[in-house]
Structures are given as C-alpha cells and as structure tokens.
C-alpha cells in the first residue's frame, strides 16, 4: 500500500511538473521581440519631458503637484529620454476608459518560479491601478501571451497577489545611501491612478498645486 501511494504520488507530481513545463512553454518565449513606438515629434518629447521635470522637482522640493501624462507622452518618454533607456524596445502604452493596456515584450527570470530564467513574456496585459498612501490596488482586465488569451475568471484573481507584491517591492525600498533615486521619488508620491486616458500622480506636500 505504501509503495502504491508513493508511485501514485510520484505520477502526479510529475504530470504536474510536466503540465507546468508545457504552460510555461505555450505562454511564453525563448527570445525577445522588439515592441515597435511611433517616433515623437520634438513638441511632443519636450511637453512629456516637462511634465516629468515637473514632477521630480515637486518631490525634490517636497512639494504638492499633480501631473496628468498621457499615453503619449509615457510613449514619447520611453522612445527618447535617457532615463527609460530600459523600457525601450519592451514597452508600448494605451490607456482608455481608466484602462492601462501595455503591449510588452520583457524577460521573467526576476520571478521567483522554475523554468523562467531564459523566457520571455511578450504579449499584451490590460489593467486598472491606483495606489494611495494605504497601498496598491490593481485590477486585471485582460490578458494575452504569445498569441494565447488567458481566461479572464482566472486572471482576475490574480489582482490581490499583484498588488501585495508591489506593496512588498515599495516598503522594501532602500533609505540612506544605498536608497536609489526611484525610491525617494516614490517616497514624495501621494497617489496614482489611471483615469479617463491619463495616469494622474500626485506629489507629497503642501498645498496642491
């Protein structure tokens, strides 16, 4: 009896892992695309580019703004500004009806999951996000991968865990020396949301300006 419960065992967890080698494989990719932006015209980097002086001067400052940025300018920013180097070539941004949708192609060995190390997420992920001073709120909508849909029930649930995960990641942040200067932008915001078909953040401070 025990020898059957072992090899009974021993099946299951190996169609698991056999299951869960084959998702990750329809789900994801062994390479990298390159996610294709509209070049910005001059006007339209100089526009997103004050709009984010704006904002790093106000936390600087310790100073109350809210700044709107469209998908525009989040795009025009990821094509031609220095500091989105990272971004560029891996991100595209649309934002309608208070949804941020990103046409992504990004590498997964950050997750902290077997079999990731060397593939890729490319596809498209649609959300609502907010975050206040009580933490993040992240609503899925819809997600595609590779040409697969996932179904919508089952990435839904998913919303709590995300938004725990970046409540971990932003209270984890460095403070000091070691603090980088992403941490102590972040450290300035109040809030951010995605409304209408723009991200609205706004800064720590006095009065709002």
């Given at each position: 009896?025990?020898?059957?419960?072992?090899?009974?065992?021993?099946?299951?967890?190996?169609?698991?892992?056999?299951?869960?080698?084959?998702?990750?494989?329809s789900?994801?990719?062994?390479?990298?695309?390159?996610?294709?932006?509209?070049?910005?015209?001059?006007?339209?980097?100089?526009?997103?580019?004050?709009?984010?002086?704006?904002?790093?001067?106000?936390?600087?400052?310790?100073?109350?703004?809210?700044?709107?940025?469209?998908?525009?300018?989040?795009?025009?920013?990821?094509?031609?500004?220095?500091?989105?180097d990272?971004?560029?070539?891996?991100?595209?941004?649309?934002?309608?009806?208070?949804?941020?949708?990103?046409?992504?192609?990004?590498?997964?060995?950050?997750?902290p999951?077997?079999?990731?190390?060397?593939?890729?997420f490319?596809?498209?992920?649609?959300?609502?996000?907010?975050?206040?001073?009580?933490?993040?709120?992240f609503?899925?909508?819809?997600?595609?991968a590779?040409?697969?849909?996932?179904?919508?029930?089952?990435?839904?649930?998913?919303?709590?865990?995300?938004?725990?995960?970046?409540?971990?990641?932003?209270?984890?942040s460095?403070?000091?020396?070691?603090?980088?200067?992403?941490?102590?932008?972040?450290?300035?915001?109040?809030?951010?949301?995605?409304?209408?078909?723009?991200?609205?953040?706004?800064?720590?401070?006095?009065?709002?300006?």
């Open positions: 009896m025990l020898l059957i419960a072992i090899a009974g065992l021993a099946l299951v967890l190996g169609a698991t892992w056999y299951l869960y080698g084959k998702a990750i494989n789900i994801t990719a062994g390479q990298s695309t390159t996610v294709q932006l509209e070049e910005p015209s001059a006007e339209q980097f100089a526009a997103a580019s004050e709009k984010l002086a704006q904002l790093r001067n106000a936390a600087d400052a310790k100073q109350a703004v809210t700044v709107e940025l469209t998908a525009m300018d989040l795009n025009a920013l990821i094509a031609r500004h220095p500091q989105f990272d971004l560029r070539g891996k991100m595209r941004v649309a934002i309608a009806e208070s949804i941020m949708t990103l046409d992504l192609s990004v590498p997964m060995s950050g997750l999951l077997p079999r990731l190390s060397r593939r890729w490319t596809g498209r992920i649609s959300f609502g996000f907010s975050y206040d001073e009580s933490g993040f709120s609503t899925p909508r819809s997600l595609e590779s040409g697969h849909t996932i179904a919508e029930e089952l990435f839904s649930d998913l919303g709590p865990t995300i938004a725990s995960y970046f409540d971990r990641q932003y209270s984890q460095e403070t000091g020396e070691n603090e980088s200067e992403r941490d102590r932008f972040w450290k300035q915001v109040r809030s951010l949301a995605v409304v209408d078909d723009k991200v609205v953040v706004t800064t720590k401070g006095g009065e709002t300006i």
